[in-house]
């Protein structure tokens, strides 16, 4: 896991900063939920 804590739209932006070609979103780590509302 590289930034559990960042939010949906942060983590994006620092996936493209570093020019990541892909990236997984997990909704299954305790207590973080993702902003859309998407329950863990």
Known sequence: ???P???LEA???LAVKLGA???EIR???K????EN???P
Do not use: Q, W
Request: net charge negative.
């Open 1 to 3: 896991m590289v930034a």
């Open 5 to 7: 804590r960042l939010s």
């Open 11 to 13: 983590f994006v932006d």
């Open 21 to 23: 070609g892909a990236i």
């Open 27 to 29: 909704n299954d780590l």
């Open 31 to 34: 207590g973080i939920e993702i």
């Open 37 to 39: 509302g998407t329950a």
